[in-house]
């Protein structure tokens, strides 16, 4: 199994400590920063495998970050912060995250979450099919989804959750469903996960996303992905 280097991006000490202690312990690489502008450095120069993300940054929201680093990667980005509102998670979802922990944190659940982040980047690696639905085509070995003959651009759980509905075409997906197979096992009531990324994923692929083409709702139970050709 490769040796995944994690960035940690976290101005309170003690949390970085325990972050650092942890890693160690469980023989994670990883390098860690206190502000945006390190952050960057760092990113720039070591090239990680994923990031862990505080939003209360001593120079500015840890979302700002996230947005110029989804200008330039696809690095899963799970953030770890003590702001716990919906509405901030969907915030920080919406920025390019592809998970959100709050704190204080159970350390066996953020090395899980972690795990399960890093086994996306590589489960398609022995892949070699290609799906085609309309207007749309996933290269499995590459992991490159194209709509309209022009690639999309995706984050990690983006292109998760896509390739979960082109692979399930024309089946009604419940919410828990799709949740623990994009997401994993223990992510099965995080809805506002899943109706961020349907709305991103609607605004990027549908003509009209208030009247969908592809991703239909079934109220009160979960998606089906329409493919008709």
């Given at each position: 199994m490769k040796n995944y280097l994690i960035q940690i991006v976290e101005d309170d000490p003690s949390v970085k400590k325990l972050?650092?202690?942890?890693f160690r312990e469980y023989e994670f690489n990883?390098?860690?920063?206190?502000s945006k502008k390190n952050a960057m450095m760092l990113f720039l120069s070591h090239n990680p495998d994923l990031l862990i993300v505080d939003l209360g940054l001593s120079d500015g929201d840890g979302k700002e970050f996230i947005k110029q680093i989804r200008e330039i990667?696809?690095?899963?980005?799970?953030?770890?912060?003590?702001r716990h509102d919906e509405k901030e998670i969907i915030l920080a979802l919406d920025a390019g995250a592809d998970d959100y922990i709050t704190k204080p944190f159970s350390v066996n659940e953020l090395l899980a979450r972690i795990?399960?982040?890093?086994?996306?980047i590589t489960s398609d690696a022995t892949l070699s099919s290609k799906i085609v639905c309309g207007e749309i085509e996933i290269d499995l070995a590459s992991r490159s989804i194209f709509f309209k003959k022009e690639q999309l651009?995706?984050?990690?759980?983006?292109?998760?959750?896509?390739?979960?509905f082109l692979l399930n075409t024309n089946k009604t997906l419940t919410h828990q469903q799709i949740l623990k197979e994009v997401w994993g096992v223990g992510y099965q009531s995080e809805m506002q996960y899943l109706r961020t990324y349907v709305n991103t994923l609607r605004k990027k692929i549908e003509q009209n996303s208030t009247r969908p083409n592809y991703i239909k709702t079934e109220s009160g139970i979960g998606y089906r992905f329409c493919c008709n050709g």
């Open positions: 972050l650092e202690i942890t990883h390098i860690s920063c206190e990667s696809k690095i899963p980005i799970v953030v770890l912060s003590a795990r399960a982040n890093l086994r996306r651009k995706l984050t990690p759980i983006e292109y998760e959750l896509l390739k979960y």
